[in-house]
């Protein structure tokens, strides 16, 4: 069995920084990409930043120059530094990792989410 969990989330004021970490545990084998999604009430859920496992990253428009994605492979952890937040960066945060378990094909795993508020 794998989990994700994250962490780092709060209330922040608009200007202000925060770290969020993912942390994948379980039977894992390896780890391709990992990623940051973001869900805010009433939208569909949208990728944020993602980072393969061999060090290529993309990021969506609305963040770029202020998010950075990382990764710590030997923690099989993910980390997103988002500086310069906005009250429209306020969401759900969820961590989605592409894990390979031994004998099985890769799947994607999903954390449960850490709520971001950016106040204005």
């Known amino acids: 069995q794998v989990q994700l969990v994250e962490s780092g989330g709060g209330l922040v004021q608009a200007g202000g920084s925060l770290r969020l970490s993912c942390v994948a545990s379980?039977?894992?084998?390896?780890?391709?990409?990992m990623g940051w999604y973001r869900q805010a009430p009433g939208k569909q859920r949208e990728l944020v930043a993602a980072l393969t496992s061999g060090g290529r990253s993309n990021y969506a428009d609305s963040v770029k120059g202020r998010f950075t994605i990382s990764r710590d492979n030997a923690k099989n952890t993910v980390y997103l530094q988002m500086n310069s937040l906005k009250p429209e960066d306020t969401a759900v945060y969820y961590c989605k990792a592409d894990i390979v378990r031994a004998g099985l094909r890769s799947a994607d795993y999903w954390g449960q989410g850490t709520q971001v508020t950016v106040s204005s």
């Open positions: 379980g039977r894992i084998f390896s780890i391709n990409a």
